[in-house]
Structure formats: C-alpha cells, structure tokens
C-alpha cells in the first residue's frame, strides 16, 4: 500500500512562490513516476506534471511549463512542485500520485496512468 501526503499550500498573491510536498510511504518509491494534477472548483481535475522514477524525465502542462518546477528526492521519498509566478488561475486543489512501478510515457498526463493519490492540498492565489 502506497501513502501520499502533500504539505506546502496556502493562500499566496499573484505573482509568489510556493513549493509543494509529497511524502511517500512505499519501499518502491525510486522505482515509480510520480505526477502532480489539481482540480479547481467546478472544473475537472488536471495534470500539471510529472516526473519519471529516476527523476531524469519531466512532462509539463502547457499552462505551467516555464513556472513550475517538478523534482524528487529519492533517500528522502519525496518530490517536490515548485510553483513560481503564481497566478490566480492557478488557485485548486494540488494532488501528487504515483504510477505503477516502472511506468513512463513521453506525454504521461492522464489520471488513469496513476494508481495510488494524495488527499490533496489547497493552493488559492489572490489577485
């Protein structure tokens, strides 16, 4: 079984920072890819990104590439989402999840292709 706790929201201004958190609990963390998505009210949940189980391979939405930045720590079972230049748009509910062990797709976006979720972590970015 797979835990996932996100940690680091809050309510920020447009235009600041914020890093988000995931810790894991699950041996097979460094062989697993792991995405970060986020739903805001009343709209579907998305992907933001995602980072494969080495670390070595990234995928971006559209909507953050060059903003956010995806990034693991593989002693300490954890990765990251560096958010920068916030903007209000960017305000939902972040959830990191992970993929099966050893799965990766140039492209990976759907929430299909991760199998465990977070409980997620309120981001509100203020105009």
């Known amino acids: 079984q797979v835990q996932l706790v996100e940690s680091g929201g809050g309510l920020v201004q447009a235009g600041d920072s914020l890093r988000l958190s995931c810790a894991a609990s699950v041996r097979t963390f460094t062989s697993r890819s792991m995405g970060w998505f986020r739903q805001a009210p009343g709209k579907e949940r998305e992907v933001v990104g995602a980072i494969s189980w080495s670390g070595s391979n990234t995928y971006y939405a559209d909507s953050v590439k060059g903003r956010f930045t995806i990034s693991r720590d593989n002693v300490k079972n954890t990765v990251y989402l560096q958010m920068n230049s916030l903007k209000p748009e960017d305000t939902a509910v972040y959830y990191c999840?992970?993929?099966?062990?050893?799965?990766?797709?140039?492209?990976?976006?759907?929430?299909?292709?991760?199998?465990?979720w977070g409980q997620g972590t309120q981001v509100t970015v203020s105009s």
């Open positions: 999840a992970a993929a099966r062990e050893l799965y990766w797709r140039v492209g990976i976006s759907r929430a299909t292709e991760f199998v465990y």
